[in-house]
């Protein structure tokens, strides 16, 4: 009964996302400033700038430091983590039940993780992996656009889960109607799973930057591990 709440709540869900940016902070703006804590003495440092301290507790004492805002991200989740590369954009609607983050990234993929807070049993996995069949389908008709291929589930093996997943080839109408022009669209959606968790995800990626995103969806992918 458990499980098929928890899956309800999913489908009734599904990519229903509120905003809440955590993506890259203070982007394009002025400095940032940091309290850095070095044995108990704080310090207010700059971001991106390498400034000699002098401590105040240990006359003569010095530190030569650096802050800046790490180009990998690290995201916790409800029974997951996992880490992204900036720059990228995060929606974060803070669900209790069901958490659901969307990362755009620069490069022109979006990758939308639902964490479903519990393992589910393979029946049910196989309801979610449908509902994001339906999601791509859904994506491709709002664009007017042109299904090209649908393929069938298989599995699939990341570095911190197993999972089962499908891909979704469409062309959008909506960007040119010359057939020459690569304005092609690809949809793959996963369900991730490990003996703790269940985690969904769309990834979605024009197909002429197809070399440059999918080694970076992966990635996030490859991270994707229970908690603690």
Not at 8 to 14: K, Q, S, T, Y
Not at 91 to 117: K, N
Not at 176 to 201: H, I, M, N, R
Request: glycine residues 8%; hydrophobic residues 40%; proline residues 5%.
């Amino acid at each position: 009964m458990a499980r098929t709440r928890l899956l309800g709540l999913f489908l009734a869900a599904v990519w229903s996302l509120t905003s809440l940016a955590v993506g890259q902070p203070n982007a394009g703006g002025p400095p940032v400033t940091y309290e850095l804590v070095i044995n108990g003495e704080r310090f207010l440092v700059e971001g991106n700038r390498k400034v000699k301290l002098q401590s105040q507790e240990k006359p003569g004492t010095s530190y030569e430091v650096a802050v800046r805002v790490s180009p990998t991200q690290h995201l916790r989740l409800g029974t997951v983590e996992l880490d992204y590369d900036l720059p990228a954009r995060v929606t974060d609607d803070r669900g209790q039940r069901t958490r659901i983050v969307q990362i755009r990234h620069e490069l022109g993929f979006t990758l939308t993780l639902s964490d479903l807070g519990q393992a589910m049993e393979a029946a049910d996995r196989e309801k979610v992996l449908a509902a994001l069949k339906a999601e791509a389908l859904e994506m491709c008709e709002k664009r007017h656009g042109q299904a090209l291929e649908v393929g069938e589930p298989r599995e699939a093996k990341f570095q911190g889960a197993a999972a089962r997943g499908l891909r979704v080839h469409f062309r959008d109408l909506t960007l040119s109607l010359d057939p020459k022009e690569d304005d092609g669209y690809t949809c793959w959606g996963y369900v991730l799973y490990g003996p703790k968790f269940t985690v969904s995800c769309l990834a979605e990626f024009p197909d002429k930057y197809k070399d440059d995103c999918l080694p970076v969806i992966k990635k996030v992918l490859d991270s994707i591990r229970a908690l603690p």
